[in-house]
């Protein structure tokens, strides 16, 4: 027997798919996007849903109103689950960990459209997109040690993961916000656009991406997570063994961007893609 989902849940996740890109949204405005245990549940459905659509060929994830996401819902997922024990809070903990994870890894490409407040636990699944653009007055902030928490969920690791020791080190200890200008410099987002622009430099990213082979794509974004936390040596035996993984699903495709270049001369690797709608299957 399938239980009825709240239609309050159902809806702090919004969703649209258009021209092979999906647009997933953060959606509970009022709340400056702040993520709750059911915006937490329907964003794992979502993802779910989405993964291995036909039409969908990358995910975009952003918010709706004035932020991305202002964080972890103060009240829902701090307050509330505290008052149900250690039980309550493992179970929000592993709720969102979860969907930050299962994006991390996600079988299509991924991009952060930060088009507002990025607060706290938002640097979850910041780090988690394969991509990130922000609005250059984009505020981004690990605002915990100002109501007496550390950067907690991922978060203090995402920061020394994205930018220096120093950097990481101001940023949390100070709470203290840092704008999408910034954001790029300290290595958080690849670019700042004024807000107006935003959504259209976003689409035609996707629109790059979308035009690669899928599974060169998800192999590639699985190397470069991975082959940071190993040596050269580890590294090298990795990236042999991921490629002929890939081949083993897609040899065709390697064979057909090889032809293109070499035998029909109808592109240059360092100049583009080849085309994929000649290839078989």
């Known amino acids: 027997m399938t239980t009825a989902i709240d239609p309050v849940e159902l809806a702090t996740v919004a969703c649209t798919v258009e021209d092979g890109v999906a647009w997933v949204s953060f959606n509970r405005a009022d709340k400056r996007n702040c993520m709750s245990p059911r915006l937490n549940r329907q964003m794992m459905r979502v993802l779910d849903d989405l993964e291995f659509r036909s039409d969908v060929g990358v995910l975009v994830l952003t918010g709706e109103g004035t932020a991305w996401s ?7 997922y701090f307050r509330e689950t505290e008052a149900q024990g250690l039980q309550g809070t493992r179970g929000a903990q592993r709720e969102s960990y979860g969907w930050w994870r299962r994006l991390r ?3 299509k490409p991924t991009i952060a459209m930060v088009n507002g407040w990025c607060f706290g636990g938002a640097y979850g699944p910041l780090f988690a ?4 653009f922000a609005a250059e007055d984009a505020q981004f902030g690990l ?3 100002n109501w007496g928490i550390l950067p907690g969920g991922g978060a203090a690791k995402i920061a020394t993961e994205m930018t220096s020791f120093r950097n990481a080190m101001y ?3 100070m709470g203290e916000n840092i704008d999408g200008k910034t954001a790029v410099e300290w290595g958080f987002v690849n670019e700042a656009l004024p807000l107006d622009k935003l959504k259209a430099r976003v689409a035609e990213v996707a629109d790059v991406l979308k035009k690669k082979n899928p599974v060169a794509l998800k192999a590639t974004k699985d190397a470069i997570r991975r082959v940071r936390e190993m040596t050269y040596d580890n590294a ?3 990236l042999i063994r991921a490629q002929e993984a890939a081949n083993s699903y897609d040899n065709d495709g390697r064979k057909e961007g090889i032809k293109q270049f070499i035998d029909d001369k109808t592109y240059k690797p360092g100049l583009g893609a080849y085309d994929i709608s000649k290839q078989k299957g």
């Open 70 to 76: 202002a964080g972890m819902d103060l009240k829902e």
């Open 105 to 107: 890894w996600y079988q």
């Open 129 to 132: 997109c394969d991509l990130a």
């Open 143 to 145: 605002s915990e040690i």
């Open 171 to 173: 940023h949390a200890m």
């Open 236 to 238: 090298e035996d990795y």
